[in-house]
């Protein structure tokens, strides 16, 4: 086995072995972070990304020894703390990640990290409560209930209570919930259309609304329905739907990843079966039926089936366009449009399809910001975290308030959120679906 510096070669990913019990097992844990831990120290690379790094190179440079075996143990957790799975050392920095002998996989090594915590000592009420995003929305989106959650949401001393009782940050926004959720919109939007399939595309999907595309961002859904009606897509939304699993398996809860999934991939698959192809407003969601659940549930044929039929929205139209497919017929231009490009869709590899199509548009101009806004759904809402968000957002926010965009927009309606409350530029926070749908004025 030759020693090389780096790799040429693209990225793969191992199945990852949460059923193994070895998985579970703390000195089996703690002996791969080390091994790990030393290798990232000897390079560094990764030292501008999230907290997870800086972290670790203080804790190895306050130590006695000064290298990863002055480091306690107990320590370990700190760093698995700052890490939220954004997937960004991996697929941009790390040179060391399969198939380089070395099989470094940070990201999945801090998941490890998470179940093994989860497994052992469980997770507060606040964690739980942040990551139970059904059962929280099914509570916030009920009549009269909805408008007493927002406004409690945007009191300022209210806020400040839920601070010291929750430990949820008195400045993070939050978002809103509907009543009129996008499931119960939807029953008006459809319309029927013959699909025609062009390329690897049906032309026929069905709409994975997500947990925050259904409560907190309706409107999105029903921008997706007009763009993709308006280009002779056939819409239908799942007809019933879990949590995709994302938050919990953030959490380190496996287990309930594997009930959410075995709640949705049945209907999924169906959907497959049926003709449709899959799409959701959320890249985080997109990535978890791509990549993730494929990776924990590599054996079983629906999960890959269902993995083989999910894209990002502008995957699909952009697929679409391929093939002489797209409206082109754009009423209204955009102007300069500012646009972060969430983590967990720059990991989908897929490449800037929103600025692809967007730039389609006449008189229309996307500049991209490709950095991590530091969201990740709880980890800007967190007390303890909150700071930590905040930094690391920094960069992304200087660069929108310079570019001074007519638009900013994000794939990620959380990111979005995020940045612009920090900005002093942006007004509204837009989903670049929904700039599509205004510049095809329908």
Known sequence: MSNR?????APTRHPIEWKDPDFYNEDSLNKELERVFDICHGCRRCVSLCDAFPTLFDLVDE??????????????GKVVDQCYLCDMCYMTKCPYVPPHEWNVDFPHLMLRGKAVRFKNHGASFRDRTLTSTDR????????VIDVTVNALNGNTAFRKVLEKSLGVHHEAPLPRYHSKTLRKRAATLGRDIQPQAVGDTTGKVALYATCYGNNNTPQLGEDIYMVFQHNKIQVDIVPKEKCCGMP??????????EKLKNANIPVLAAL??????LIAPVPSCVLMYKQELPLLFPDDPDVQKVQQAFYDPFEYLFLRHKGGALNT???????DISYHVACH?????IGLKARDVLNLVPDTKVFPVERCSG???TYAVKVETRANSVKIARPVVKKVDQQAADHFASDCPMAASHIANLSTTVEEPLHPITLLRKAYGV
């Not at 510096?5 to 070669?9: A, C, P, T």
């Not at 497959?272 to 192809?277: A, K, S």
């Open 5 to 9: 510096e780096g790799s040429l070669e």
């Open 375 to 377: 969201h990740d759904g």
């Open 63 to 76: 130590s006695e020894t000064m290298e990863v075996d002055g480091v306690a143990k107990a320590d370990y």
């Open 248 to 257: 919990k398996m953030e959490l380190g809860d496996l287990d309930t990843v």
């Open 329 to 335: 017929d754009f009423k209204i231009p955009l102007g």
């Open 272 to 277: 497959v079966d049926q003709g449709y192809d």
């Open 345 to 349: 869709l720059r990991v989908q590899n």
């Open 136 to 143: 929280v929305a099914a509570m916030a989106t009920i009549p």
